[in-house]
Nanobody, 114 residues
Framework: QVQLVESGGGSVQVGGSLRLSCVAS????????MEWYRQAPGKQRELLAGITNTRAITIEDFVKDRFTLSTDNANTMFLEMNGLRPEDTAIYYC?????????WGQGTQVTVSI
C-alpha cells in the first residue's frame, strides 16, 4: 500500500510558477509508476507526467514546454510548473501505480488568475 500527500498548490498570477510536491510512504523507486494528473472544474482528469521505477520520465506534449517532473531520490516527486495560465487552474493529484492497484493523493488546488 502507498499513502500519498500532495502540497505546494496555491494562487498565482498568469506567468507565475509553482512547485508541487508528492510525498509517498515508500521510496519512489520502489513504486512501478508514479504520475501527476489534474482535474479542472467540469472536465475530466488528465495525465500530465509520469516516472517509472527505472527513472524514465514522460511529460505530455501540451505541458512539455512548461512543466518538469523530478524526484529527490527518496520519497518525494515534484512537478515544477512555469509560465502558468488560467487554464492550468485545477486540482493536481499524484498517483502511485502498482501491478494490481493504484493509489491517489488527496490533491492540491492550483489557481491561476489574470
Amino acid at each position: 500500500q502507498v499513502q500519498l500527500v500532495e502540497s505546494g498548490g496555491g494562487s498565482v498570477q498568469v506567468g507565475g510558477s509553482l512547485r508541487l510536491s508528492c510525498v509517498a510512504s515508500r521510496k519512489v523507486e520502489s513504486i512501478p509508476v508514479m504520475e501527476w494528473y489534474r482535474q479542472a472544474p467540469g472536465k475530466q482528469r488528465e495525465l500530465l507526467a509520469g516516472i517509472t521505477n527505472t527513472r524514465a520520465i514522460t511529460i505530455e506534449d501540451f505541458v512539455k514546454d512548461r512543466f518538469t517532473l523530478s524526484t529527490d531520490n527518496a520519497n518525494t516527486m515534484f512537478l515544477e510548473m512555469n509560465g502558468l495560465r488560467p487554464e492550468d487552474t485545477a486540482i493536481y493529484y499524484c498517483v502511485a501505480r502498482e501491478v494490481l492497484r493504484s493509489y491517489w493523493g488527496q490533491g492540491t488546488q492550483v489557481t491561476v488568475s489574470i
